[in-house]
Each structure stands twice: as C-alpha cells, then as structure tokens.
Nanobody, 128 residues
Framework: QVQLVESGGGLVQPGGSLRLSCVASESILIPYVIGWFREGPGKEREGIACISVSGGPKFYRDSVKGRFTVSRDQDSVSLQMDNLLPEDTGIYYC???????????????????????WGQGTQATVTS
C-alpha cells in the first residue's frame, strides 16, 4: 500500500504563498486519484483540491478557487497556494485512492472512504 509524505508547510503572512508537496514512499502515484484536505482549527477536515489520475480533471473548493493550483507528475502531487488568507490556516493532508474516483467525489470524500490512504499532514499558518 502506498505511503504518503507531505512537506512544504510553514508560517506565512497574509497575501503570501506556500507550495505543498506530496510524495509516495517506495512507489509512484500514477494509479492514484489525489486529494488535498485541510483541517482548520476547530473545523472538520475538508477536501479543497483534487486531481485525477491523468492530471486533467481537477476540482477546487470555492474557498480556494483562483488562489490554489493542484498539479502532478508520476512521483509527486503539488499544491501551490497563493494569496493566502488567515482562514487558510490548518493542517494539510494528502490523500490517495487507487482507481478512477471522480475528483469531486474524492474531495467530498463520499466514495470508497475505506480505500483512502492518508499522509501525516503538514501545518500551514497564515498570520500577520
């Protein structure tokens, strides 16, 4: 089973940028639909950006649309976060499902939940 490792979190001022990366240990990510989920302080974990196996279809939550960009190659999936807001603060998790889960279903996490593999998370804090 694939193991996921996130990196790239940190502390940034509002309006700044961070780039998160998710890599797989001992395997490659080609067969997996990938999602970035965020768990803000006192909030439930929410899927914010998801990308298909091909890298074509993508889904963005309205709260990040136009500011975040998800991309992938065979070894990693990145989340470029620009114009960050304090409400973007949280732990960011990478998640994977093998197969062809539609990207919105992946982000809504309403399909094959038991098959989801999670990373350990990386903290992003946006504050002045």
């Amino acid at each position: 089973q694939v193991q996921l490792v996130e990196s790239g979190g940190g502390l940034v001022q509002p309006g700044g940028s961070l780039r998160l990366s998710c890599v797989a240990s001992e395997s490659i990510l080609i067969p997996y639909v990938i999602g970035w989920f965020r768990e803000g302080p006192g909030k439930e974990r929410e899927g914010i950006a998801c990308i298909s196996v091909s890298g074509g279809p993508k889904f963005y939550r309205d709260s990040v649309k136009g500011r975040f960009t998800v991309s992938r190659d065979q070894d990693s999936v990145s989340l470029q976060m620009d114009n960050l807001l304090p409400e973007d603060t949280g732990i960011y998790y990478c998640a994977a499902q093998k197969g062809t889960t539609p990207v919105q279903n992946m982000c809504d996490h309403t399909f094959r939940q038991a098959d989801t593999v999670w990373g350990q998370g990386t903290q992003a804090t946006v504050t002045s």
